[in-house]
């Protein structure tokens, strides 16, 4: 079974505009973190936004927030006020206590803003 | 802030070569993944290490070995290199457990030819 599936291969967003890519997960360990990744078409993989599945409160870095529902299993994030500049592939990814310490991707969401 | 440090960033191979990827984790990060990205593909994961002994494998062919040295710096070979190991190689570094950070590298993109 996927532990991490992202259903949207492709999103648009107008600029300044705010958008949610979708992330569910799924884990039977208690403990395990939640990350999203930002890589922009030149390659390097940006670390975004963590959420430990102990948190109580949501996850916010600046424009970036995880929308994290624990009974759900998901850990969505929600970019606020697009800028062209986050035109990249997101991933989404999880780390088990049970599987030392790697971590899983998802197959990523292309997200293309619009001026 | 210091970041994980890759190198080479860009690397040709022919076939049948041998190829080493470095990598230097952020200090005080006890653990080291590396990662293999195709193209279009999601990061599928390699091995890891954590204080410098190998901690998981991945998906990573008999051709591939690493290591972590003294100094948590680790490295990737790759040996008898096929045209289907083209791929963005990253290492990502992290403190021990799994409700911390991981940080990659800006990773190695290596084409064989």
């Known amino acids: 079974a996927q532990k991490i599936t992202q259903t949207q291969p492709g999103m648009f967003v107008q600029e300044k505009e705010a958008v949610t890519l979708d992330c569910t997960y799924d884990?039977?360990?208690?403990?395990?973190?939640l990350f999203w990744y930002k890589q922009p078409s030149s390659g390097e993989m940006i670390f975004l936004i963590y959420?430990?599945?102990?948190?109580?409160q949501n996850a916010t870095e600046g424009r970036y927030s995880l929308n994290f529902q624990k009974a759900r299993k998901s850990a969505n994030l929600v970019i606020s006020a697009s800028q062209l500049g986050d035109s990249a592939m997101y991933f989404c990814a999880m780390r088990e206590i049970g599987s030392a310490r790697q971590l899983t991707f998802g197959s990523g969401t292309q997200l293309t803003v619009l001026p | 802030a210091a970041g994980v440090i890759q190198s080479p960033r860009h690397l040709i191979k022919e076939k049948r070569e041998t190829a080493t990827l470095k990598c230097y984790p952020i200090?005080?990060?006890?653990?080291v993944y590396w990662y293999q990205q195709g193209p279009g593909q999601d990061p599928q994961f390699l091995i890891s290490f954590y204080e410098k002994m190998q901690s998981d494998k991945g998906s990573i062919p008999d051709r591939f070995s690493a290591q972590q040295f003294s100094d948590y710096h680790s490295e990737l070979n790759m040996s008898s290199l096929e045209l289907g190991d083209s791929a963005l190689y990253f290492c990502?570094?992290?403190?021990?457990?799994?409700?911390?950070?991981?940080?990659f590298g800006q990773g190695t993109r290596l084409t064989v030819v």
């Open positions: 959420q430990g599945s102990y948190d109580q």
């Open positions: 200090p005080r990060h006890d653990t």
């Open positions: 884990t039977s360990d208690p403990s395990y973190g």
């Open positions: 990502a570094s992290s403190e021990q457990g799994a409700n911390t950070e991981a940080f």
